[in-house]
């Protein structure tokens, strides 16, 4: 088989008329443009290039402009739940050039085998239920299906075979079969709304990994709000699509569903907003990710170069990387919201609190506000006219073991399990966490629909197919660390009770006292119920409640005002979200920045820096790698990018030649001290430590868990800022360019 690759930028001559970059439209608004151009559009480049254009001379240069100019669109189904009306007709009419009109299956709608064969001729196979007996066999089917019935997901069932579509099940996801019934917005608006509005760091909001160990970036003890991410939201929507069965609940075969296109065009659509309004923010190392690594051939840490394979930017091969996919201008297309890139916060947020800010919304609207929300009105003075409104909010953390990340391109890769596989194990396959709310005064829980408050979709795939492990290493992948988080507000169906009168108000004990009713259950791919003695140990399933109280702004260029929620601890289950031990923080430092500590060390306490890689190599020239300990003073006016503007409590450089680390000190204004050098022995490992204790009198410096030496503490501040550079300023670092610092406020606490 030869292969033939496709850059991602698609279309050679892909950028548009007058050198502007193209945009990805809606979908929705794009399918019922009545723009001849846009009508033209709406067929596929290379049929259009390779076999339609050949055969209509007189339309050449109209149809070849139209083909240049084509990008994928997205479906916002956060904005527009329900499925495009292009997608749900299963007959189109289409003209082209000169003839009549004709009427053809909608390839939208689904994909069908063109040859009439079945897709298990090609490999697609069959995927069991963890329990036993049961499986879904997609070599057996056609065509695509969304949203089957319990019969029409059986093997040998017509409408199976040749592909079902329930895109009414869909829409019900989408809206209705939601925690916010009877409003016409999407399930996943507020999730959205609260994945843009948040503040937190690149390696949050990407994915549903966090790490266990308190120390680390990913770590699950950080911030509530740090647990809502674009994987899970994805994940989710996945679900929603396929519902239990179809095509687009599971991983190999998700592909085929024309839906997937659309929706994948709408999660870059929500990274590229997220990277406008965060433009600072990326990432240089990740923690481990065994499966993946081993699926791209990497090594064993995940940088912003890390090759993707098997992505091709070219036909010789090249791989992609992160750093090459995060300009989405430069791959050749941008979106409504995006048109030039420049586009400020206030543009920004206006359009996000306008069309996914669910709570905000029916907050502003509320005239008579219960007790736990409350109208901030402005009517005079500097203010006048501004205000808002100030609730309290409630949000589910749901945490579980998901044994294998989740990433669609795995399907590239894996081979389906013959039907003899015997491994039953819930490890690695998809499953739904369901959670219900009780209604008042019963005891039982009978799962009704009506009673649904969200789900949480667990988009994966076996570690193990029939025996084999799929790579050496997510089994241990499987038993590490690594747990998935998702974060579900549940406010909107809190102001929905109160609006049926089932609720009085937002207050704490109130609140609480109807979210101590709620249940849940883990369903599997058919949407059977698993029981609980079969994940209870594994899964670690952990759910927390938390609450905050957010300050909406009537202004709608302002963005929410987010609080630290606390956890409410009388709800949920399971291992409660892990607590790290009380004052450590860890904090992501980036080379040639200044970095203000989320705590500051004063006396006693201790900081610790980490690196995931070591330059271990005696260099020929000499450059210096350096740490600052700084302090700011919060009343200063002065520039806070000028290190010249801080107290350097301890300057320590890292000069790999002489194997030596020169330390100093400079007062704001002052000049610096006497230097004195270190000489740590052993020198760094590779994947070093440096630990300093902040004492009365003095500094005591470790490194790799070995004490150096003490250094005079002539400044006595508390370190607020850490300035991490390099000198030469275009000088590698010897440690990685990302490190993590964790602060403790007490030096007892350091491992
Ligand atoms: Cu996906």
New binding site residues.
């Given amino acids: 088989m030869s292969y033939k690759y496709y850059p991602i930028t698609g279309i050679k001559d892909g950028w548009g008329a007058d050198g502007r970059v193209p945009i990805r439209r809606d979908f929705d608004e794009w399918t019922e443009s009545s723009d001849p151009k846009d009508k033209i559009q709406q067929r596929l480049y290379e049929i259009m290039v390779n076999e339609i254009i050949p055969e209509h001379p007189k339309y050449k240069n109209e149809y070849l402009e139209a083909a240049r100019t084509w990008r994928l669109p997205f479906w916002d189904w956060a904005k527009h739940s329900k499925v495009p009306k292009m997608v749900r007709w299963r007959r189109v009419e289409i003209t082209i050039g000169g003839n009549p009109p004709v009427i053809i299956d909608n390839p939208l709608h689904q994909f069908k085998m063109p040859n009439d064969k079945r897709m298990g001729i090609y490999g697609v196979g069959i995927l069991k239920y963890p329990d036993g007996d049961e499986f879904l066999d997609y070599g057996a089917c056609y065509a695509t299906t969304r949203c089957p019935d319990e019969n029409e997901r059986k093997p040998d069932n017509k409408a199976w075979i040749e592909g079902v579509n329930h895109d009414d099940k869909v829409d019900e996801f989408l809206t209705n079969y939601s925690s916010i019934t009877g409003f016409p917005y999407g399930t996943a608006s507020e999730l959205v709304y609260r994945l843009l509005t948040y503040p937190m760091d690149y390696i949050h909001f990407a994915t549903v990994a966090r790490d266990e160990d308190a120390s680390s970036a990913t770590a699950s003890t950080s911030k509530i709000t740090n647990d809502v991410n674009l994987e899970f939201i994805?994940n989710n929507v996945?679900y929603w699509i396929g519902g239990d069965g179809g095509h687009m609940s599971q991983i190999p075969v998700?592909t085929f569903d024309p839906t997937?296109w659309l929706?994948?065009c709408n999660i870059d659509r929500l990274f590229a907003l997220w990277q406008a309004l965060n433009p600072e923010k990326w990432f240089e190392v990740d923690i481990q990710r065994w499966f993946d690594q081993k699926i791209i051939g990497g090594g064993d840490i995940v940088t912003n170069k890390t090759p993707l394979r098997p992505f091709h930017r070219d036909e010789k091969g090249t791989p992609w990387t992160a750093d090459d996919a995060r300009d989405w201008f430069k791959l050749g297309y941008t979106y409504p919201e995006l048109k030039t890139g420049k586009e400020t916060s206030a543009q920004l947020f206006e359009m996000i609190n306008t069309t996914y800010g669910i709570a905000r919304q029916e907050g502003l609207k509320m005239t008579d506000v219960p007790p736990g929300m409350e109208i901030i009105d402005k009517e005079s003075g500097e203010d006048a006219g501004k205000g808002g409104v100030k609730m309290n909010d409630y949000a589910l953390s749901i945490r579980y073991s998901k044994y294998v990340d989740s990433l669609?391109f795995k399907s590239l890769f894996l081979v389906f399990a013959p039907i003899n596989s015997t491994r039953f194990a819930l490890g690695g396959h998809p499953f739904n966490i369901q959670v219900f709310l009780r209604p008042e005064g019963e005891t039982k829980n009978t799962f009704r629909t009506e009673d649904f408050v969200t789900n949480v979709f667990n988009f994966s795939q076996p570690a193990e197919q029939d025996g084999n492990e799929v790579c050496s290493n997510c089994k241990e992948g499987e038993e590490g660390d690594t747990q998935a988080i998702a974060y579900v507000p549940v406010t909107s169906y809190l102001i929905k009770m109160i609006q049926q009168q089932e609720l009085s108000d937002l207050q704490p004990p109130t609140v609480e006292k109807v979210l101590a009713r709620m249940y849940w259950r883990i369903t599997d791919l058919g949407g059977k119920t698993i029981p609980e003695e079969q994940w209870k140990d594994s899964m670690r399933l952990g759910i927390t409640v938390s609450k905050m109280e957010m300050t909406y702004s009537k202004d709608p260029q302002v963005k929410p005002e987010v609080p630290d929620p606390e956890v409410i601890p009388s709800l949920g289950t399971g291992p409660s979200k892990p607590v790290a031990p009380a004052g450590v923080v860890a904090n992501n430092i980036s080379v040639a920045k200044i970095s203000k500590l989320e705590a500051e060390v004063s006396t006693g306490g201790s900081i610790v820096f980490k690196s995931p890689t070591m330059a271990l190599e005696v260099p020929n020239r000499e450059t210096g790698t350096g740490i600052a300990l700084l302090y700011w003073d919060p009343s200063s006016t002065a520039n806070s990018r000028d290190v010249e503007n801080y107290d350097i409590l301890l300057g320590m450089v890292i000069k790999n030649k002489r194997r030596v680390v020169q330390c100093n000190s400079k007062p704001v204004g002052g000049g610096y001290g006497v230097t004195e050098e270190l000489q740590p022995s052993p020198w760094f490992g590779n994947s070093p430590q440096l630990r300093v204790d902040v004492e009365a009198n003095k500094f005591v410096v470790y490194v790799d868990g070995i004490r150096v030496k003490d250094v005079d503490r002539s400044i006595k501040k508390n370190v607020t800022h850490v300035r991490y550079y390099t000198s030469p300023t275009n000088a590698q670092p010897v440690m990685a360019r990302d490190i993590i610092a964790t602060t403790y406020k007490d030096k007892s606490a350091v491992l």
């Fill in positions: 994805h996945h998700a997937f929706h994948h669609s």
